[in-house]
């Protein structure tokens, strides 16, 4: 059962316009979640979090929503740039010390 | 410190052969994972260590894995006798018990192939 879902494996969007990925959680118990990008041949890096107390957190370009009632998270970027194109992962978390993954969503920014 | 890093790189092995691999943490970290990435999934939790002690293991670790960090420095995930449902990347990751869930940082993955 997958508990952090990202039904989008990919998404192509042109330089300079604003990339949304999207994710789901079914576990109403997770109060953190969390947005790693990963290049290839490198292990994940942590981008952006969010607490459950919160419904909006911004770090320069990047920006993470968060709707509880609807179990939803987005993460935007604006502008998107080339160097943006990655595999995110959204994450979430019910405890300290541990992290649950979802399947990634491949971003491509086209020139 | 130049972060986490992992040993080997890449493994291509036979099915039925032992593999073993490394990872080395921040140094100051104690806390330090193991994960592992099939294709088109996000990393999955296998286990972690608190200091020399392995506090959790997840159902994917079967009999056929052991996870040991000896002195609560570097770890090791030996899988014997590899089958080839057990190619996929296999992650580690450290952090500090007084960190948050963000300061978890991931080496660079060793990738398995069992042919």
């Known amino acids: 059962d997958q508990q952090v879902k990202q039904n989008s494996p990919s998404l192509s969007v042109q330089e300079g316009r604003i990339s949304i990925l999207n994710c789901d959680y079914t576990?109403?118990?997770?109060?953190?979640f969390l947005w790693y990008k990963k290049y290839p041949a490198e292990g994940p890096t942590f981008l952006i979090s969010?607490?459950?107390?919160?419904d909006k957190n911004e770090d320069g370009r990047f920006t993470v929503f968060l709707n509880k009632s609807a179990k939803h998270l987005s993460l935007h970027i604006v502008p998107s740039q080339p160097g943006d194109s990655a595999v995110y992962f959204c994450?979430?978390?019910?405890?300290?010390?541990?992290?649950?993954f979802g399947k990634g969503t491949r971003l491509h920014i086209l020139p | 410190d130049t972060g986490v890093s992992q040993d080997p790189r890449h493994k291509i092995t036979k099915r039925g052969q032992n593999v073993t691999f490394r990872c080395d943490p921040i140094?100051?970290?104690?806390?330090l994972y193991w994960y592992r990435q099939t294709l088109g999934q996000g990393p999955e939790f296998l286990t972690y260590?608190?200091?020399?002690?392995?506090?959790?293991k997840s159902r994917l670790l079967s009999d056929r894995f052991s996870a040991e960090r000896p002195k609560g420095s570097f770890s090791t995930l030996e899988i014997q006798r590899t089958e080839q449902g057990d190619s996929a990347m296999y992650l580690c990751a450290s952090t500090s018990t007084t960190g948050g869930l963000e300061t978890q940082y991931f080496g660079p993955g060793t990738r398995l192939l069992v042919l």
């Open positions: 140094s100051e970290h104690n806390r």
């Open positions: 576990n109403s118990m997770f109060d953190y």
């Open positions: 260590f608190q200091n020399e002690a392995q506090l959790e």
């Open positions: 994450a979430a978390s019910d405890r300290d010390d541990k992290i649950i």
């Open positions: 969010i607490s459950s107390i919160k």
